[in-house]
């Protein structure tokens, strides 16, 4: 046994199925290894495309996603993805070629220190020296990948260690206890929510990795205390619910902030700051804030818990539920915004205007999706339609890039959904600049047979960064481009194509390319002149007493 064919085994004793990725010179001893094993290598036609997959696979399913690739520019097309898994919390290990130690001493052919590069986008990343470590480090890789805040690592492999002899088996996994708050900060998070009169929950998508949305729903209920979810808080608890009041992180004012603004009592539930600062909802640090996650709070002038409850999330909510007292008590100010946000958002159903309003196109495509099935947002101005306005009654029914906000995540993001939950609809929503920079992973979901549904939000241009140009400068430079025909593009690769010419068109031309058995891309026009609407609406938000 060599030492790629004892990673192989290492691989399989942590449950790894997929392994995203290009073969290279470098990796030639892995990938023969993976020809008699139990994981299924999927090989995609650019490394960014495989790190996306894996980002993805790790956040639906809270087990590493795991992509390869070579040395130098195989290792370097990595990066935007393994970023991305790292800053959003996603479990991912990132394995790369490298050079032989005999190499490493020297200037030589496409050598780069891999390890130096990773730091910064990693939380712990090492090379293979030794065959011998090889069980060892491939079992570290995977505890830090998914312990809690979850990342991405990366495991440097020399060619020549890969292909030396080694004797060793795969290290056993064990089982990670609970850790549960103390007694003293849940007496003291009680105490405080009890006396709290305008409370507010600010909850974030490390609810969502805890499982805690059942805990989270009963506590809100039955403390009557309004929910505001953040990007990746999505489906924290179902958007249908009479305290749900949908999604805050926009960098403008919307109803939510109303709330922020009048809020006595910050209750961030497993919420962490890179998902929307808190210099945006607490500017001057004066809002009182309770601290509920896995882990202790971040250091910002800002966000200064006055009290941290650290520990399993459901654990403590219930557990500060039994000692809670909010019997008496009028309804928090939040609650009364639901109203103005429900309308908000229902005033766009019957609308007819084309090229499509996004409100528009978000509503219906929501009346279409069932709550099991899942969408994966893109970067771009339609992300922030697609986070006000895209609702979810369950979580991790909206995935969207928010930490590194990384275009072009969304094609390779859904087959990897698609991987994970081959029964359940898949719609990619993207940008036509989010859309050209993945596009070509198409094919890969062809050939592995992950049909999905893309919707592409269609401007000619960089809609987001023109939408900042004139909210800043007053006018836009550099943002306008010309497309191919999106419908001829998926003919070409064996994919239906689809494009919308009235807003009648879109719910029936959604429901069949559903019903296809191979990807589908819908080209819709879409009128960004509601961006800057929406920039003089807030602007002019006036929050009553």
């Known amino acids: 046994m060599n030492t790629a064919e004892l990673l192989v085994r290492c691989l399989e004793n942590e449950g790894v199925r997929y392994i995203f990725g290009l073969p290279g010179e470098e990796n030639l001893h892995v990938l023969e290894a993976l020809q008699n094993s139990s994981i299924q290598f999927i090989t995609v036609r650019h490394e960014q495309g495989a790190a996306f997959m894996a980002d993805v696979y790790g956040r639906l399913t809270g087990q590493a996603g795991v992509c390869l690739s070579t040395l130098g520019p195989g290792a370097t097309n990595l990066m935007t993805g393994v970023a991305d898994a790292n800053l959003d919390g996603a479990p991912l290990v990132a394995i790369t070629g490298q050079v032989g130690t005999d190499r490493m001493h020297i200037e030589s052919h496409q050598y780069l220190d891999l390890v130096a590069m990773f730091a910064p986008v990693t939380k712990w990343n090492a090379q293979l020296v030794r065959p011998s470590i090889t069980p060892e480090l491939v079992r570290r890789a995977f505890k830090r990948a998914q312990t809690e805040k979850p990342g991405a690592v990366h495991i440097d492999v020399p060619e020549n260690i890969a292909a030396m002899p080694?004797?060793?088996?795969?290290?056993?996994?064990?089982?990670?206890?609970?850790?549960?708050?103390?007694?003293?900060?849940?007496?003291?998070?009680?105490?405080?929510?009890?006396?709290?009169?305008?409370?507010?929950?600010?909850?974030?998508?490390?609810?969502?990795?805890?499982?805690?949305?059942?805990a989270l729903t009963e506590f809100a209920s039955r403390l009557n205390i309004p929910v505001a979810n953040t990007f990746m808080g999505k489906g924290a608890i179902p958007y249908t619910h009479p305290l749900a009041l949908w999604a805050v992180g926009l960098q403008q004012r919307d109803y939510i902030n109303c709330g922020f603004d009048n809020t006595d009592l910050v209750i961030a539930i497993g919420y962490d700051l890179i998902e929307y600062s808190p210099k945006k909802w607490n500017k001057d640090g004066k809002i009182p804030i309770l601290h509920i996650a896995a882990t202790h709070a971040e250091v910002d002038s800002?966000?200064?818990?006055?009290?941290?409850?650290?520990?399993?999330?459901?654990?403590?909510?219930?557990?500060?539920?039994?000692?809670?007292?909010?019997?008496?008590?009028?309804?928090?100010?939040?609650?009364?915004?639901r109203d103005e946000i429900r309308a908000d958002y229902e005033q766009y159903a019957n609308d007819t205007g084309f090229p499509i309003k996004p409100q528009k196109l978000i509503y219906d495509l929501r009346q279409v999706m069932a709550p099991e099935d899942i969408v994966i947002c893109d970067v771009g101005?339609?992300?922030?339609?697609?986070?006000?306005?895209?609702?979810?009654?369950?979580?991790?029914?909206?995935?969207?890039?928010?930490?590194?906000?990384?275009?072009?995540?969304?094609?390779?993001?859904?087959?990897?959904?698609?991987?994970?939950?081959?029964?359940?609809?898949?719609?990619?929503?993207?940008?036509?600049?989010?859309?050209?920079?993945?596009?070509?992973?198409?094919?890969?979901?062809?050939?592995?047979?992950?049909?999905?549904?893309?919707?592409?939000?269609?401007?000619?241009?960089?809609?987001?960064?023109?939408?900042?140009?004139?909210?800043?400068?007053?006018?836009?430079?550099?943002?306008?481009?010309n497309n191919p025909d999106f419908v001829k593009l998926a003919e070409s690769m064996g994919l239906k194509g689809y494009r919308i010419e009235s807003t009648a068109e879109l719910i029936p031309t959604i429901k069949k390319a559903m019903a296809q058995k191979v990807p589908t891309v819908i080209d819709c026009p879409v009128d960004y002149q509601e961006n800057f609407r929406f920039t003089q609406k807030a602007g002019s938000l006036n929050c009553a007493i």
């Open 302 to 337: 800002s966000y200064i818990p006055i009290i941290e409850v650290v520990g399993d999330i459901s654990d403590s909510l219930l557990e500060i539920l039994k000692r809670a007292n909010r019997h008496g008590k009028p309804e928090p100010y939040a609650l009364g915004l």
């Open 166 to 214: 080694v004797t060793g088996e795969p290290l056993s996994k064990g089982d990670l206890e609970k850790t549960y708050a103390s007694l003293r900060s849940i007496e003291h998070a009680a105490e405080v929510i009890s006396e709290a009169k305008n409370p507010l929950i600010l909850v974030g998508n490390g609810a969502i990795r805890a499982n805690a949305s059942a």
């Open 381 to 481: 101005a339609h992300k922030m339609w697609m986070a006000r306005h895209y609702h979810c009654e369950r979580p991790n029914t909206c995935i969207i890039s928010n930490g590194f906000a990384a275009m072009g995540i969304a094609i390779p993001g859904a087959i990897a959904a698609k991987l994970v939950f081959p029964d359940k609809n898949i719609v990619a929503v993207t940008g036509d600049g989010g859309f050209m920079m993945n596009c070509q992973e198409l094919e890969t979901a062809l050939r592995v047979g992950t049909p999905f549904v893309t919707i592409i939000f269609n401007d000619c241009g960089y809609g987001l960064i023109e939408w900042k140009q004139y909210n800043q400068f007053g006018r836009s430079a550099f943002v306008k481009f």
